[in-house]
């Protein structure tokens, strides 16, 4: 006799495809967020990391003027303090320094025979520039100078000397003194700074007689 066992089969689940279709639809809103933020979260991270340029430092000018232009005219003014610098004044006696950071410095001038008043200013920086620094120059005196020109006395009768001046070695010459001088030495006030002179002597005898020039002596006046 034949016999068919017949096994019962697992209940089927029914998943519609409406309800797979939601869940996969769900699953990519859910996914999408995730990105938006990733990726926005990697532009915020640029933005962050951008260099922002540094300001450039602020600087100012310290000006005045030397008067009168004649004591401006090769005079040097010196700047110390927080920067050192030095300036030469145009034509008007103005100078000015530029480029110069907050701080204070000190001005002085300087040209050779002048004083000036004040001697030196000190002036503070502070976020404008300084102006009004200004000098007056005075002419100093010239230091004085002399020149002696001396000599071996003559070993004849004479009535005196005469002395002879001039600029270039070996003459021409001209004479310093009006009368006859009666001691062999002689002192030159007329002499000036920076030059060279040449100095002879000669002897007069009774008559008016004049001996030739003596040898020639050199005075540098500094």
Known sequence: MMRVHVKPRAPLEVRPKVRIAIQSLLATVFLMP??????CAGLVSRSSSATTPSPQTQTYSVSGTISPTTGGGGATVT???AAS???S?????AYTFTGLANGTYAV???NTGYTFSPVSQNKTVNGANVTGINFTATPGQAQAHTATASWTAS???VFGYNVYRGTVSGGPY??????LIALPTYTDSTVQSGQT????ATAVDGSGNESFFSNEVKAVIP
């Open 34 to 39: 995730l990105a938006l933020i990733a990726g």
């Open 79 to 81: 700047l110390s303090g």
């Open 85 to 87: 610098a030095t300036a």
């Open 89 to 93: 004044p145009n034509s008007s006696g």
């Open 108 to 110: 002085t001038p300087s």
């Open 155 to 157: 070993t004849s009768v």
């Open 174 to 179: 001209a004479k310093l003194n009006g009368s």
């Open 197 to 200: 002179y040449f100095f002879v």
